[in-house]
T-cell receptor
Framework: ELKVEQNPLFLSMQEGKNYTIYCNYSTTSDRLYWYRQDPGKSLESLFVLLSNGAVKQEGRLMASLDTKARLSTLHITAAVHDLSATYFC??????????FGTGTSLTVIP | NAGVTQTPKFRILKIGQSMTLQCAQD?????MYWYRQDPGMGLKLIYYSVGAGITDKGEVPNGYNVSRSTTEDFPLRLELAAPSQTSVYFC?????????????FGPGTRLTVL
């Protein structure tokens, strides 16, 4: 069974600071996904990373993928309150089944 | 496009009752999925379907059934509801022909079994 681990599980950071969320997965995977979930809401797709060395950026968020280390990172630059949410990474195995991490709950403090 | 829609939004069931959670998508996606999300946890795959008439079990299928008679609809059936099935249920769809195979999620159904 493919396992996906995220850390930290909880992150409280001040506005303006930088931080990184880590996502490790246990077996080879075709794609790595990052999602955002606001409290009581559904999941919103942030990034899809397809290959080793892939890097994608949107605003203050940047995601990268190292398939050899089976590691993805989500880097937050100069955090703002609007980024407070839970962030999930997920991988798909053969394209049929998706496996999600347990999520990182991010709180940005003014 | 409405995307992925789910009904109902909320439901309270008594132990032993049954119900069907509805899911529909209008994006002509082949693949559809049902997940459950327990408080403070990630998503667990219950069932998925790669096309009309084809379904398969995910990580946590016990206590659930699905059918896929059309491309658009993928209902999830709970028989003999139990408190352990209290959760938020998300339906999703994707198009595997795209290199991204990105999943699009519905708004969720919050189910409580008492």
């Amino acid at each position: 069974e493919l396992k996906v681990e995220q850390n930290p599980l909880f992150l409280s950071m001040q506005e303006g600071k930088n931080y990184t969320i880590y996502c490790n997965y246990s077996t080879t995977s075709d794609r790595l996904y990052w999602y955002r979930q606001d409290p009581g809401k559904s999941l919103e797709s942030l990034f899809v990373l397809l290959s080793n060395g892939a890097v994608k950026q949107e605003g203050r968020l940047m995601a990268s993928l190292d398939t050899k280390a089976r590691l993805s990172t989500l880097h937050i630059t100069a955090a703002v309150h609007d980024l407070s949410a839970t962030y999930f990474c997920a991988v798909d195995n053969t394209g049929n089944q998706f496996y999600f991490g347990t999520g990182t709950s991010l709180t940005v403090i003014p | 496009n409405a995307g992925v829609t789910q009904t109902p939004k909320f439901r309270i069931l008594k132990i032993g009752q049954s119900m069907t959670l509805q899911c529909a998508q209008d994006m002509n996606h082949n693949y559809m999925y049902w997940y459950r999300q327990d408080p403070g946890m990630g998503l667990k795959l219950i069932y998925y379907s790669v096309g009309a008439g084809i379904t398969d079990k995910g990580e946590v299928p016990n206590g659930y059934n699905v059918s896929r008679s059309t491309t658009e609809d993928f209902p999830l059936r709970l028989e003999l509801a139990a408190p352990s099935q209290t959760s938020v249920y998300f339906c999703a769809s994707s198009y595997p022909g795209s290199s991204y195979n990105e999943q699009f999620f519905g708004p969720g159904t919050r189910l409580t079994v008492l």
